[in-house]
């Protein structure tokens, strides 16, 4: 008699699984979709379709309105459990409040997951515009060789790691100021590795420009990033190269003290 091990049993279920996933996806990809229009979207029969809507909804991860379904509001839940568990985002969420507020801009703490970037936590000082851009940010996530926080964490990562990351997300285009060619990126991380922080002169939209510094743990690992970022017109000469760099590396360094001295303190 076979036993689940060596049968097909797992593979099924596994493929099960990945089903119900690429549902969730797509519902947030599109805000809410009908069952025609997930199954056509996902090639599912209609019997399969149904059932992963019938169960997500009985677990209350999915909502019907009218013929459309959408997210529960039970994935805030998910969502907000893991922010406040992160390190970035309870060490960092004050220091961050205070250089926006300073700065009169946006400023972002961000992590790197599975190759890509995510804004852990986003606040705004009183200057700040582009909000709806920025909202649209703190839903998805984006690759990191365009972004000033992520190229200050790649230029801390071990250079494998980040050849892998290339090689699985690659060097995509935004803008024409957007880095695509390896040697170039390369070149730039050890010049990010070297001045302690990383620029984005409109690498990811045209008319915005970002500062960025790692955060590293007590043994040198990125943690993540913070950055600053505003429009061309305000980051100019000395205001973009110097002070805000200034600021962006001061406030990630002190996450990094808040971070070292609180796991100092759990040791003790």
Do not use: C, W
């Not at 689940?4 to 049993?9: F, G, I």
């Amino acid at each position: 008699m076979s036993t689940p091990l060596d049968s097909d049993e797992p593979s099924r279920l596994l493929k099960t699984a990945a089903t119900t996933l690429d549902v969730l996806d797509v519902l947030k990809e599109t805000g809410g979709t009908t069952a025609a229009d997930l199954a056509e979207r996902l090639d599912l029969s209609e019997t399969t379709t149904y059932n992963q809507l019938t169960t997500l909804r009985e677990h209350e991860f999915v909502v019907k309105d009218g013929k459309e379904y959408r997210l529960s509001g039970k994935h805030i839940l998910f969502g907000e459990q893991v922010r406040q568990e992160n390190t970035l985002y309870e060490h960092g969420r004050e220091e961050l409040e205070e250089i926006a507020a300073q700065t009169g801009e946006y400023a972002q703490l961000v992590v790197e997951q599975f190759g890509q970037g995510i804004i852990v936590y986003e606040t705004q000082g009183d200057d700040a515009i582009g909000e709806a851009f920025q909202a649209r940010l703190q839903q998805e996530t984006f690759d990191l060789h365009y972004t000033a926080a992520g190229k200050a964490i790649l230029a801390h990562l071990p250079e494998r790691r980040v050849s892998r990351i290339v090689d699985n997300h690659g060097l995509t285009k935004r803008t024409e100021q957007t880095i695509t060619d390896r040697g170039r990126l390369r070149d730039e991380l050890a010049e990010i590795r070297e001045r302690g922080y990383a620029f984005n002169d409109e690498e990811q939209v045209a008319g915005l420009r970002v500062v960025g510094a790692p955060i590293r743990g007590p043994d040198g690992e990125v943690l993540g990033a913070l950055s600053v970022s505003g429009p061309t017109s305000r980051m100019q000469e000395e205001r973009y190269h110097e002070e805000i760099p200034r600021l962006v590396t001061r406030t990630a360094n002190l996450i990094e003290v808040n971070i070292n001295m609180a796991r100092r303190s759990g040791e003790g």
